[in-house]
Nanobody
């Protein structure tokens, strides 16, 4: 069982930066693949970025070159550095985890709101 708690959301001007954090419980954090998703009002939850247990990363096309996902296994934490934020990045951002054998993300945080003002 993994519990996830996001933090770091807030209000930022377009072009600004935010760093989201997701603290995970459990002793086997390093074995989990971690990801960030986001959901804007009236829209489906979309994939943003993923970092595998081996450190390999994947990004949605819409955030490539602007967002960076990273992890600190010693702190059981995954981060999402968001730069050059746009109004369309505004959403609730969710952290998610799956173990190495799972095909889908089973564990979710409660979400953190990111608001981008123009």
């Amino acid at each position: 069982q993994v519990q996830l708690v996001e933090s770091g959301g807030g209000l930022v001007q377009a072009g600004g930066s935010l760093r989201l954090s997701c603290a995970a419980s459990g002793r086997t954090f390093s074995n989990y693949h971690m990801a960030w998703f986001r959901q804007a009002p009236g829209k489906e939850r979309d994939f943003v970025a993923e970092i595998m247990s081996n450190g390999r990363t994947f990004y949605a096309d819409s955030v490539k070159g602007r967002f960076t996902i990273s992890r600190d296994n010693a702190k059981n934490t995954v981060y999402l550095q968001m730069n050059s934020l746009k109004s369309e990045d505004a959403a609730v951002y969710y952290c998610a985890a799956r173990d190495g054998l799972a095909l889908k993300y089973d564990y979710w945080g409660q979400g953190t709101q990111v608001t981008v003002s123009s």
